[in-house]
């Protein structure tokens, strides 16, 4: 069974520093890796995702994500952060069918 | 880029009644669509996996006389929480996924339900 494990709940980072959140997964087969963001109250903006390829993936907002099959992670990162950054990200894993399993999620707060 | 949408955004019942939600893909066919619950600052949980034109197949956990979901058209998909209590108080929110292609996948931006 696929799992995804977000290591870290909440994140604090200041204005303009890096962010680095984390995710690691459980899955058989060649897994199907997305980053989404999630505003209070809202839906889910997808970040980025990785099926095959390049390990290091580009997304948007100034987002990347690099792929390490043998640390089984797939850690998001954004050198800047802006206020608007403020939000809940979550880390997910698809299956061919398209049945997703989220992590649990990270709440990042920005601080001036 | 491709839309999904839920109706309504926001609904208010009281205990005992039924209520309906909407996913609808505005601008592609989707064969298959993905209904997912979140409770309050958790993350989303898969509810059932719904493909046009048959019944939905429904996590474990998930009671599905309860939860009714139909696939009618290839546009619409719709969850009917029945008799619902309090504590199917949740944030559902639904996938939509194109003909085709695990990347096709579009999330609707949710539906806050609240049971008094």
């Known amino acids: 069974a696929q799992s995804v494990t977000q290591p870290d709940i909440h994140i604090t980072v200041s204005e303009g520093a890096s962010l680095e959140l984390r995710c690691n997964y459980s899955y058989g087969a060649t897994p199907y890796l997305f980053w989404y963001v999630q505003s209070p109250g809202q839906g889910l903006q997808l970040l980025l995702k990785y099926f095959s390829g390049d390990t290091l993936v580009q997304g948007i907002k100034g987002f990347e994500a690099e792929f390490k099959r043998s640390q089984s992670s797939f850690n998001l990162r954004k050198p800047s952060v802006h206020w608007s950054d403020a939000a809940e990200y979550f880390c997910a894993v698809a299956d061919s069918w398209g049945k997703f399993q989220f992590g649990a999620g990270t709440q990042v707060v920005v601080t001036p | 880029g491709a839309v999904v949408s839920q109706h309504p955004s926001w609904v208010i019942c009281k205990s005992g009644t039924s209520v309906k939600i909407e996913c609808r893909s505005l601008?592609?066919?989707?064969?298959?669509m993905f209904w997912y619950r979140q409770f309050p600052k958790q993350s989303l949980m898969l509810m059932a996996t719904s493909n046009e034109g048959s019944k939905a197949t429904y996590e474990q956990g998930v009671e599905k006389d309860k939860f009714l979901i139909n696939h009618a058209s290839l546009t619409l998909s719709t969850l009917t929480v029945t008799s619902a209590h309090p504590e199917d108080s949740s944030f559902y929110i639904c996938?939509?996924?194109?003909?085709?292609?695990?990347?096709?996948?579009?999330f609707g931006p949710g539906t806050r339900l609240t049971v008094l």
């Open positions: 601008d592609f066919q989707a064969t298959t």
């Open positions: 996938s939509a996924r194109r003909t085709s292609g695990l990347d096709t996948q579009y």
